[in-house]
Every structure is written in structure tokens, then in C-alpha cells.
């Protein structure tokens, strides 16, 4: 079965930190570009970091500086390090991938071949 599986998220204080991990079974994680997306309540879903197939990486202005998104192709892990956190980062975040560019994942999602995980929650208080 194909899947990706989030984990990670948590409640922190601002300026904390926190990793988020994505795990990716039954099928080729590496040809896959991957990243982390968020939604918070009343809101849409909002990029907040993409992996190309050939490591390059794209960050949402919002989070830039203070996230970092790591991919290990020997884990099939993907992560979110996510640093000097503020309130306005609390949301349920995603992972996803597609088989096709990193650039169509952050403007179009995963599209028909790729994958969804079910979410982990963080929640930031002042």
C-alpha cells in the first residue's frame, strides 16, 4: 500500500522548535518530489516547502530562514525542521509528493499519481 505517514507535530511556545517527519511506503520515494504543506482554521491550504527530485528546495516567503525541509532517500523520510516558531505557524500541515517537479507541487498539489498524508497538528502559543 502506498503511503505517506506524518508525524512530529505538538504544542510549543513561540520561538520554540519542532521536527516533523514523513514517512513514505510502498513505492519509489526518491523519484518522487515531496514537500510540506499547512492549513489552518478558516484558511487554505498554504505551500510552506518543496523538495525537487534532484534536491533542490523552495520555501514560502513566511518561512523562510526558519524552516528547513530535508528529504533522506535511504529513510524514504521526509522532514520539516521547524525553528523560531510563531502563532501564526499553527495548522495542520501535510506532507505530499508527485512524480512530477517540485515548482507543480507547491502550485498545484500532487496531482492524480501522488500522495497525501493524513496531517499532523502544531499549535503555537504566544
Known amino acids: 500500500q502506498e503511503q505517506l505517514v506524518e508525524s512530529g507535530g505538538g504544542s510549543v511556545q513561540a520561538g520554540g522548535s519542532l521536527r516533523l517527519s514523513c514517512a513514505a511506503s510502498?513505492?519509489?520515494?526518491?523519484?518522487?518530489?515531496t514537500g510540506w504543506f499547512r492549513q489552518a482554521p478558516g484558511k487554505g491550504r498554504e505551500g510552506v516547502a518543496v523538495?525537487?527530485?534532484?534536491?533542490?528546495?523552495t520555501y514560502a516567503d513566511s518561512v523562510k530562514g526558519r524552516f528547513t525541509i530535508i528529504k533522506d532517500n535511504a529513510k524514504n523520510v521526509l522532514y520539516l525542521q521547524m525553528n523560531s516558531l510563531k502563532p501564526e505557524d499553527t495548522a495542520m500541515y501535510y506532507c505530499?509528493?508527485?512524480?512530477?517537479?517540485?515548482?507543480?507541487?507547491?502550485?498545484?498539489?500532487?496531482?492524480?499519481?501522488?500522495?497525501w498524508g493524513q496531517g499532523t497538528q502544531v499549535t503555537v502559543s504566544s
Open positions: 505530499a509528493d508527485t512524480p512530477k517537479s517540485a515548482s507543480w507541487l507547491f502550485s498545484s498539489g500532487t496531482g492524480p499519481k501522488g500522495h
Open positions: 510502498g513505492y519509489t520515494f526518491r523519484t518522487y518530489s
Open positions: 523538495v525537487d527530485r534532484d534536491g533542490t528546495t
